[in-house]
């Protein structure tokens, strides 16, 4: 089991920045891919941003040049930071654990999830 806890959401105007945090706890040494994604009012729940072990990353079109995710191995959390925030990207953001294995998903954890609302 891996339990996740998000912070730092909030309520910023456009073109503003944000940085949302995902600590991680529980069997921590099964994960080998972490992420954020987000889900809107109406709308299916979308991969925002991804980190896989040796540190490859993998972004949303609609995000990339703007927002960066990082993993602090020794803290065991996972960030991301967000820049140039637009209206679109207000959404609630969940911060998830994976164990992959080939195509496999063994293990899949979420958060709680994190407001981040931009006004315009």
């Known amino acids: 089991q891996v339990q996740l806890v998000e912070s730092g959401g909030g309520l910023v105007q456009a073109g503003g920045s944000l940085r949302l945090s995902c600590a991680a706890s529980?069997?921590?040494?099964?994960?080998?891919?972490m992420g954020w994604y987000r889900q809107a009012p109406g709308k299916q729940r979308e991969l925002v941003a991804a980190i896989i072990s040796g540190g490859s990353t993998n972004y949303a079109d609609s995000v990339k040049g703007r927002f960066t995710i990082s993993r602090d191995g020794a803290k065991n959390t996972v960030n991301l930071q967000m820049n140039s925030l637009k209206p679109e990207d207000t959404a609630v953001y969940y911060c998830?654990?994976?164990?992959?294995?080939?195509?496999?998903?063994?293990?899949?954890?979420w958060g709680q999830g994190t407001q981040v609302t931009v006004s315009s």
């Open positions: 529980g069997s921590i040494f099964s994960i080998n891919a």
């Open positions: 998830n654990a994976k164990k992959l294995r080939g195509g496999d998903i063994l293990l899949d954890s």
